[in-house]
């Protein structure tokens, strides 16, 4: 028995208008649509370009005009209509890229006209012939037909002009500042690099836009690794910036973006594209596009050879990513000291001072406000709110305060804290609690001030009620006392309360705090995931080293706040642990409370 033959022959279209129907309908936005009809018009040369958007006799209509070329002429030097709409998918730039002579021209597949019909229902396309007279070519959504006849108009001018009406429903609605903002981003380099001039006129908004090559923002990354492949050079043009959702590295072609986000193709979703760190584009004259849409590529041999030809960029980029965070959070971690260091300053000055003022907070206090109600002794003027005073760093000399002098005076008086703001006093015994003005910006304030001290609950006695410091005897029996200062800056007067626990018995082990002359601790991370130990303190370098690895810091790292929050919580822990040795479990938690309240209501009003 005789095997049967192989048979063999050539694809070939076996309806011509359905296959014209679905190359028409395959451009799915239209904005893209438009964005081909610009290019037309610069590979025409044209050097003004402008689109209408506008309405005439009831129906929505959108033109786009340019001074180039025109249509190529037939024999008679007429515009040659008739091969433009009989050789759909036999484009002449094809043609011309083969011969050497298409450098730059865009369109190759001879079916960006037909695009018309995501846009609107007909299209009407002008040019001028060698006799210098305008015809036109109309075309309709839907129909086979096209026809060609003159155009009667006073002066024919150079260049095509489109006209595309009435517009489909959901077009109408394409303003012409979304059609400037889409056309700055598809064609950035087309439009840069021929210097064409686009403009878009919206009629209907009466607002007229220039087309300007978007630019993007951060700093411009040079000497990157090439890349090159067996088909080409691609070329690069990056730009380091801020983390940002919006920011998006492009894939072009000859000018022209094919891809918005570079991240979103196979082999390609991983860092430094999808960081968010990176904008920019990497144009790639070499690949192939897909047909219908052109907003697409296909991921042939030419496709892979790019994905191996930047991954020295990659390495090179996500180098430079890793420096930047590296830079970033060694800025977040000095603001966050800063913000602590502040925090613990205020609620130092808040507790009692012979329990919690390890770094001497109340002492420095006095010596800035001086020992009077008006009176800066010392030497050191009002308005300087001292960082030294929990960081260590040493005072400045005179010339500081001469240089600093006009931008640390102080304002005027807007409010006042009672240091300590909570205490706890033997019975018959003295306690001194002091008022600390300040202006707006929480700077000291000692000039023209007056004091009035007075008990509104509980008993004891003032003495020195008109002065910047009060002394307050506690009586005989255990109770609250609440104490209220007013101090008056001409006609503004602002008040402040301290709460006094009177007491018979405090605890047996409490000890005067030992002031630490090397100030507040700093912190620094070190990483040690699957350990329990949230942090420590190291005596030797005055620091305490916070577990990065820890799932509580993980859980903290979602907003700075809660960062914050979490750091004030372990440098409680810590002070509280090395500044009350030898307490009971349950008298450190009280402790730990006591600072924690303090020092977080701080932390929310720095």
Not at 577 to 594: H, S, T, V, W, Y
Request: glycine letters at 8%; charged letters at 30%.
């Amino acid at each position: 028995m005789k095997s049967k033959s192989k048979d063999s022959g050539k694809l070939r279209i076996g309806d011509d208008w359905n296959a014209i129907r679905i190359i028409a309908l395959s451009q799915s936005n239209p904005l893209k649509a438009i964005a081909e009809f610009v290019e037309n018009s610069i590979d025409a040369h044209a050097k003004t370009i402008t689109i209408t958007r506008g309405k005439e006799h009831g129906a929505h209509y959108l033109a786009i005009k340019d001074d180039g070329d025109g249509v190529p002429r037939d024999a008679d030097g007429q515009p040659d209509f008739k091969y433009v709409a009989t050789h759909i998918c036999d484009s002449i730039k094809r043609r011309l890229k083969a011969d050497g002579n298409g450098s730059g021209l865009q369109g190759e597949f001879g079916i960006g006209l037909l695009s018309f019909w995501t846009v609107g229902d007909s299209l009407t396309m002008t040019s001028t012939g060698s006799d210098q007279k305008a015809y036109q070519m109309t075309m309709n959504k839907g129909d086979s037909r096209y026809e060609v006849s003159p155009r009667r108009v006073l002066f024919a001018e150079k260049g095509t002009e489109l006209k595309i009406t009435p517009l489909l429903e959901g077009i109408r609605a394409f303003s012409g500042e979304k059609i400037q903002w889409y056309l700055a981003s598809e064609l950035r380099d087309r439009i840069r690099d021929s210097k064409a001039r686009v403009t878009v006129i919206d009629k209907l908004a009466r607002k007229q836009y220039e087309v300007e090559p978007r630019q993007y923002e951060g700093r411009l990354l040079h000497q990157l690794p090439p890349i090159r492949t067996a088909f080409g050079d691609a070329y690069a043009e990056l730009y380091l910036a801020e983390p940002d959702e919006a920011a998006r590295v492009s894939l072009t072609r000859v000018g022209t973006r094919v891809i918005e986000d570079l991240s979103t193709l196979p082999g390609l979703e991983h860092a430094p594209w999808a960081s968010r760190y990176v904008q920019g584009l990497v144009d790639v004259p070499f690949l192939n596009l897909t047909p219908g849409t052109r907003s697409g590529i296909i991921q042939d041999e030419r496709f892979a050879a790019l994905i191996d030809a930047l991954k020295p960029l990659e390495a090179h980029v996500k180098g430079l990513i890793e420096e930047q965070q590296r830079a970033e959070e060694e800025q977040a971690s000095q603001q966050s000291l800063k913000a602590i260091q502040k925090a613990f300053h205020e609620a130092m000055l808040a507790l009692p001072r012979e329990e919690y003022d390890w770094f001497d907070v109340q002492g420095r206090a006095r010596q800035e406000g001086g020992g009077g109600a008006n009176s800066s002794a010392g030497g050191i003027p009002g308005g300087i709110d001292w960082d030294e005073t929990v960081t260590g760093v040493a005072e400045p000399g005179p010339k500081d305060f001469q240089q600093r002098q006009f931008f640390d005076f102080a304002g005027p008086l807007f409010g006042v804290v009672v240091s300590p703001a909570a205490s706890t006093t033997p019975l018959n015994e003295a306690r001194n609690f002091r008022a600390l003005p300040r202006d707006r910006s929480r700077r000291r304030v000692v000039e023209d001030l007056q004091f009035a001290w007075e008990l509104t609950e509980g008993e004891g006695s003032l003495r020195g009620v008109a002065d910047q410091e009060v002394e307050y005897r506690a009586p005989a029996e255990p109770g609250l006392a609440r104490l209220k200062v007013s101090v008056s800056q001409r006609e503004v007067t602002v008040t402040a309360e301290a709460l006094i626990t009177v007491t018979d018995s405090l605890e047996s082990a409490m000890t005067p705090a030992v002031v630490n002359t090397r100030g507040l601790p700093g912190y620094t991370f070190e990483r040690a995931a699957g350990e329990l130990w949230r942090c420590r303190f190291d005596a030797e370098r005055n620091i305490i080293v916070v577990n990065s690895g820890h799932r509580d810091f993980v859980f903290a790292t979602r907003n700075r706040a809660l960062q914050l929050r979490y750091l004030v919580r372990l440098y409680v822990k810590e002070l509280v642990l090395k500044n009350f040795a030898g307490l009971p479990a349950d008298q450190l938690l009280e402790r730990m409370i006591e600072l924690s309240l303090y020092a977080e209501e701080k932390l929310k009003s720095s």
